[in-house]
């Protein structure tokens, strides 16, 4: 009887353990969902300086093939020759680029106006759009003849304000202005302290890992490191042959602003499928003011493009890089996209990648368990 009772009193005590790192475990992952949703945009900050460090690291490593100097060097090296062509872009056809960002964003204007009237038209309700502001209904009404011009003047409560908009409009102007560069410095400054350092930050994260699951943790983020590196370098050379495709091509149809839609395709290749929908919109709308041949010649470029991107470039530069159906990328793009916004949509892929091979990992571990013999 006496053993009976322990082995109750056992089962008990082993039910309220498991009871109690459940709840605990239940706890802990709450947590970290709730820290991840309200510290998202910063997470997402120091994700884009690590992907920044992968990408100047593999950049290093390339040229290690070509030159035999330290790692510091190389880096220096790949530094000073990215800073020499941003900057050379800049100086050279940085009045070009203002000139033709103006001209594309007032066409872009004037056509979503347009294509708004001719919703309208048609009897499509456009209420929704927020395409420029009207004219106050007062407005339109005829001023009588014997009006006085001094009805005209606004009165010092509208002067107040207007001044307090105007102040408004600057200041979070100013203040967006200010946490833009200030969000490209500090992912300047973390990619280069990554790539500076690589091999401390890798002992660093692996040294976390508990010891009995160190050797599995050491395998997981070297190949995560190479799938990135891999990747990154893919999506460089896909950017830079879609910029100079799009930049020619828009050039040889007549389109204006060519060299700045060549800019924004090639940026936005780098988030796939909604980033060439995006690219392809903006190049249509502004080719409508050239009129229907050009945008029509513009459509069928951008289709090429689309064509040469995801059947020739897309499988053949990053064949050994990263392997995901379309399907579920745009899945788990519009999950992201959702739910974090355009920080979800930009940073989907690599996210998708990190996933894959985790998973891709535990596949293997459970296969190569089942295949040993009992």
Avoid at 40 to 62: C, E, P, Q, R
Avoid at 196 to 221: C, E, F, W
Avoid at 251 to 266: P, R, T, V, Y
């Amino acid at each position: 009887m006496a053993g009976s009772a322990d082995n109750h009193l056992q089962a008990r005590n082993d039910l309220a353990w498991a009871i109690s790192v459940g709840g605990i475990g239940v706890v802990v992952f709450a947590s970290l969902l709730l820290f991840i949703w309200y510290f998202a945009a910063t997470l997402f900050l120091i994700f884009s300086g690590m992907l920044l460090g992968v990408a100047l690291n593999a950049l290093t490593t390339m040229l290690g093939h070509i030159v035999r100097l330290p790692h510091s060097l190389r880096l220096t090296v790949v530094c000073l020759v990215l800073a020499g062509l941003l900057s050379g872009v800049v100086f050279l056809g940085g009045a070009t680029i203002a000139q033709q960002a103006a001209v594309l964003s007032d066409t872009i204007k004037s056509q979503l106006v347009g294509v708004k009237a001719f919703l309208d038209r048609n009897g499509i309700d456009t209420s929704y759009f927020e395409l420029g502001s009207s004219a106050p209904a007062a407005s339109t009404a005829p001023a009588s003849p014997g009006a006085a011009t001094t009805h005209n003047l606004p009165g010092a409560g509208a002067l107040a304000s207007s001044g307090g908009a105007i102040v408004s409009q600057t200041l979070k102007l100013l203040l967006g202005t200010v946490n833009a560069v200030g969000n490209f410095f500090i992912v300047l400054f973390l990619g280069l302290t990554f790539a500076a350092q690589p091999s401390v930050y890798r002992k660093g994260l692996l040294y976390m890992a508990p010891a009995r699951h160190r050797d599995r943790a050491t395998v997981i983020v070297d190949r995560i490191g190479d799938t990135l590196e891999r990747w990154l370098i893919a999506q460089i050379i896909t950017m830079a042959a879609v910029f100079v495709v799009t930049w020619i091509g828009l050039a040889i149809i007549g389109i204006q602003s060519s060299f700045i839609l060549g800019i924004q395709a090639g940026l936005l290749a780098f988030i796939p499928t909604v980033g060439a929908l995006v690219a392809g919109l903006i190049v249509v709308l502004a080719s409508l003011a050239s009129g229907w041949v050009a945008a029509a010649s513009a459509f069928a470029l951008f289709l090429g493009i689309h064509a040469l991107e995801s059947y020739v470039l897309t499988p053949i530069v990053q064949r050994q890089a990263l392997d995901i159906p379309p399907a579920t990328l745009f899945a788990f793009q519009i999950l992201l996209g959702v739910v974090f916004g355009i920080w979800g949509i930009s940073l989907a892929l690599p996210l998708m990648a990190i996933v894959k091979v985790l998973i891709d990992h535990f596949k293997a571990n459970e296969a190569e368990a089942g295949a040993v013999p009992a």
